[in-house]
C-alpha cells in the first residue's frame, strides 16, 4: 500500500524554525519527484517546494524561497522540508506529494499540483 506521512508541524513563535518530515511506505521514494504543498483556510492550496527525482532540481514559491529548503534521503526514504524564519502568512496545512516525474520538469509539478499520491497532512502555526 502506497502511503506518505507527514510529521514534524506544531506552534512556533514567529523567527522560528520547524522541519518537516515526508515518510513513504509500500513504494521507493527515490523513482519519484516530491513536493510540499500547503493550504490555509480559504485560501487556495500553493505549491511550497518540489524536488525532481534524480538530478536534485528544485523549485521553491517566491514567498519562501530564503527560508525553505527541501531535502531528501533516498536511504531513509524520507523528504525534509526545513523552515527557517517563520512567518504567520506560513500557518497552513502542510502537505507532501509524490509521483514520477518523466514527462515534466519539478517546477511545472510544483505550480500546478501535478503529483497523483498525497499525504494526510500536518498542521504548522506561527504565532507569538
Known amino acids: 500500500q502506497v502511503q506518505l506521512v507527514e510529521s514534524g508541524g506544531g506552534l512556533v513563535q514567529p523567527g522560528g524554525s520547524l522541519r518537516l518530515s515526508c515518510a513513504a511506505s509500500?513504494?521507493?521514494?527515490?523513482?519519484?519527484?516530491i513536493g510540499w504543498f500547503r493550504q490555509a483556510p480559504g485560501k487556495e492550496r500553493e505549491g511550497v517546494s518540489c524536488?525532481?527525482?534524480?538530478?536534485?532540481?528544485?523549485y521553491y514559491a517566491d514567498s519562501v524561497k530564503g527560508r525553505f529548503s527541501i531535502s531528501r534521503d533516498n536511504a531513509k526514504n524520507t523528504v525534509y522540508l526545513q523552515m527557517s524564519s517563520l512567518k504567520p502568512e506560513d500557518t497552513a496545512v502542510y502537505y507532501c506529494a509524490a509521483d514520477v516525474d518523466e514527462d515534466s520538469t519539478v517546477q511545472a509539478m510544483c505550480v500546478h499540483s501535478d503529483f497523483g499520491s498525497w499525504g494526510q497532512g500536518t498542521q504548522v502555526t506561527v504565532s507569538s
Open positions: 524536488i525532481s527525482s534524480s538530478d536534485g532540481n528544485t
Open positions: 509500500g513504494f521507493t521514494l527515490d523513482y519519484y519527484a
